[in-house]
């Protein structure tokens, strides 16, 4: 199975601020990896699929980057809106694993 | 409008069975890879299984042998049979559909099911 390392598990942060998450895969997944943002009480929701696609109707200030085995999500100007946990996915082979997280809150 | 609309979480007792529905609408479930996803109480998201639209499927190993995911294309509902429940299959279950690029691109509001005796 492949692991997918996330970090930091959490992170405070101040409006503004530029804020990165890593997802280190356990062996190479070309780009086969996705990113989602989950709110409390609701479903999580697609960001970034291949790495570095932007969802339509996502803001630009989140952007994705990487392949082979290390991967970032940034978001250039952390905004009210975007507190929240995020979650890396590969889908590279089954089972399709998720990492573990990152809860980003208010500093 | 599409959608996704889990239905059938409860709480149940170990050992038990219990049948999952997520109803689509705006969409086509048996022309779509779809799957299943859970959250445990506090913790993060754990992929289940998936069922491609040519019927092939894919479990994690916990679930293998236990749970069956199927689909119905007159209702165009996906389920989620689930067998020998654990206290550990306690969670939110959300079903996805998987998008072009594989993602999960829509998603249900999610069941709970609570395994507890």
């Known amino acids: 199975d492949i692991q997918m390392t996330q970090s930091p598990s959490s992170l405070s942060a101040s409006v503004g601020d530029r804020v990165t998450i890593t997802c280190r895969a356990s062996q190479g997944i070309t780009n086969n990896l996705h990113w989602y943002q989950q709110k409390p009480g609701k479903a999580p929701k697609r960001l970034i699929y291949a790495a570095s696609s932007l969802q339509s109707g996502v803001p630009s200030r989140f952007s994705g980057s990487g392949s082979g085995t290390e991967f970032t999500l940034t978001i250039s100007s952390l905004q009210p809106e975007d507190f929240a946990t995020y979650y890396c996915l590969q889908h590279n082979s089954y089972p399709l694993t998720f990492g573990q997280g990152t809860k980003v809150e208010i500093k | 409008e599409v959608q996704l609309v889990e239905s059938g979480g409860r709480l149940i007792q170990p050992g038990e069975s219990l049948r999952l529905s997520c109803t689509a609408s705006?969409?086509?479930?048996?022309?779509?890879?779809m799957s299943w996803v859970r959250q445990a109480p506090g913790k993060g998201l754990e992929w289940v299984s998936v069922i491609y639209s040519i019927g092939t499927t894919f479990y994690t190993d916990s679930v293998r042998g236990r749970f069956t995911i199927s689909r119905d294309s007159s209702e165009n509902t996906l389920f989620l049979q689930m067998n020998s429940l654990r206290a550990e299959d306690t969670a939110i279950y959300y079903c996805a559909r998987s998008g072009s690029n594989w993602e999960f691109d829509i998603w249900g509001q999610g069941t709970m099911v609570t395994v507890s005796s």
């Open positions: 705006g969409f086509t479930v048996s022309s779509n890879y």
